[in-house]
């Protein structure tokens, strides 16, 4: 027999989803098989697999060790990308600072600044990304918890800013329930090409194209196109002043800017970049969906090499569940990097 002892990290998760992380070499049928033989119990009690679970709990298994032991798969040891065969713990190296800086952190999440040029998750197997080099600083996976801290938001490598980090189950389902429903309000900012004078509600549709990892804008639907929303505006002057910029309008290797305010509501792949491309305002420095002449002189006179694009500030709802309700209502920034400073 073993017992496991609930972590606080998993309240919330049904146990048998517990469990079969735990136990990720268990065939779903064995498992199920258990509990119609009352070999797990949950509790004292007997369980069925969809109690949802309390921190402290106790999980009685009526296994022997032997087979408790061949449910779970063998761990091997993760290569960095160095070749050596060893991840250096980011927690104790310090390296977390070469993927963000930490904006907020408490029990139970982290938000933090990503750096421009920076992965926000794997690609590639063998990819270290900001996600891996959080979850080693905050220690990964421990004990007996099935949980996995993870990144709960995406940028494109080449944005930086605001990026939302669960280290529990119980964070980890509010944030993505907040993500999902949209009632989280995120804001970026962007410098495009041309004089924006007013504000804006744009709407369209977008279609992914998997083999260029590019999308299409398309004025009317689409089939196999989502739709989109983007609301732009320009920047205050009070909060240009806040940022160190004179005004929100400037000229940069002969071409007129305009720093913009930019709410996302929806989220779709490179919405940001593709939709202000579509509607006439491309963004400083975009590759893809930018001017190359104007990227190339911005990264000839500047050392701009990415689209000039931030995850600025970000606006929790005001009705949160635990265990993150203490976040409710609050406002958070990331502060600029360094490429923006060419606008002071």
């Known amino acids: 027999m073993q ?18 992380k735990i136990f990720d070499a268990a065939p779903k049928s064995f498992l199920y098989k258990a509990f119609r033989k009352k070999n797990i119990r949950l509790d004292g009690k007997r369980a069925e697999g969809n109690e949802i679970l309390k921190g402290g709990e106790e999980i009685r298994l009526f296994f022997s060790d ?37 904006i ?3 029990t139970e999440l982290m938000i933090v600044n990503k750096h421009s040029g920076v992965k926000s998750q794997k690609a590639e197997p063998g990819d270290y990304t ?3 080099a959080l979850r080693d ?32 189950y119980g964070a980890s389902r509010e944030l993505s329930r907040i993500l999902k429903e949209r009632t989280v309000d995120k804001y970026y900012l962007a410098v495009v090409q041309g004089t924006v004078e007013r504000a804006e509600h744009i709407r369209a549709w977008l279609k992914k194209d998997e083999s260029t990892n590019m999308v299409r804008i398309f004025r009317e639907p689409e089939q196999g196109a989502s739709p989109i929303e983007t609301f732009y505006s320009t920047l205050k002057p009070a909060e240009c002043v806040r940022l160190g910029f004179h005004s929100p309008y400037g000229n940069l290797c002969g071409r007129d800017y305009t720093l913009l305010q930019i709410k996302l509501i929806t989220g779709k792949t490179h919405q940001i970049r593709a939709h202000l491309a579509h509607a006439g305002h491309p963004l400083f420095g975009d590759l893809k969906y930018g001017s190359c002449g104007l990227s190339m002189a911005l990264k000839s ?9 931030h995850a600025w500030k970000l606006v929790m709802p005001e009705s949160l569940a635990q265990p993150v309700g203490h976040l409710a209502g609050r406002t958070f920034f990331a502060e600029l990097p360094e490429k923006f400073k060419v606008l002071e």
């Open 130 to 132: 900001l996600n891996e």
């Open 301 to 309: 006179e500047y050392g701009i090499d990415s689209q000039l694009l």
């Open 137 to 168: 600083y905050c220690g990964g996976r421990e004990g007996s918890s099935a949980f996995v801290p993870s990144v709960c938001n995406r940028l494109d490598r080449n944005t930086s800013g605001i990026v939302l980090f669960a280290k529990t």
């Open 104 to 106: 907020y952190e408490d």
């Open 66 to 102: 032997e087979t408790i032991q061949s449910l779970k798969q063998p761990k091997t040891v993760r290569s960095g990308n160095d070749g050596t065969g060893k991840r250096e713990i980011a927690r104790k190296s310090g390296s977390v600072d070469k993927f963000c800086s930490i």
């Open 3 to 20: 017992i496991l002892t609930v972590p606080e990290s998993e309240a919330g998760r049904r146990l048998d989803k517990y469990l079969l």
